[in-house]
């Protein structure tokens, strides 16, 4: 599992998607819980692209075994 939340005041996460290495979009979902299952990646590198009221936001996260 990861999580995911925001430092700024007022902002408010709307949806995340979730890249491989390759660009392909792994995991796409409307933000309901600020914990995200990753037990379905396999092992690697991946991109997570959350959306706010405020902006859009990637940050870069591995997988491991």
Not at 23 to 28: A, E, I, N, T
Not at 31 to 46: Q, V
């Amino acid at each position: 599992f990861i999580s995911i939340s925001t430092a700024r005041k007022n902002e408010l996460i709307e949806s995340f998607r979730i890249f491989d290495q390759l660009g392909r979009v792994v995991k796409s979902e409307i933000y309901s819980d600020e914990t995200i299952n990753i037990r379905e990646l396999k092992s690697g590198l991946y991109f997570i692209e959350v959306v706010s009221n405020k902006g859009k936001y990637f940050k870069k996260f591995v997988v491991s075994d």
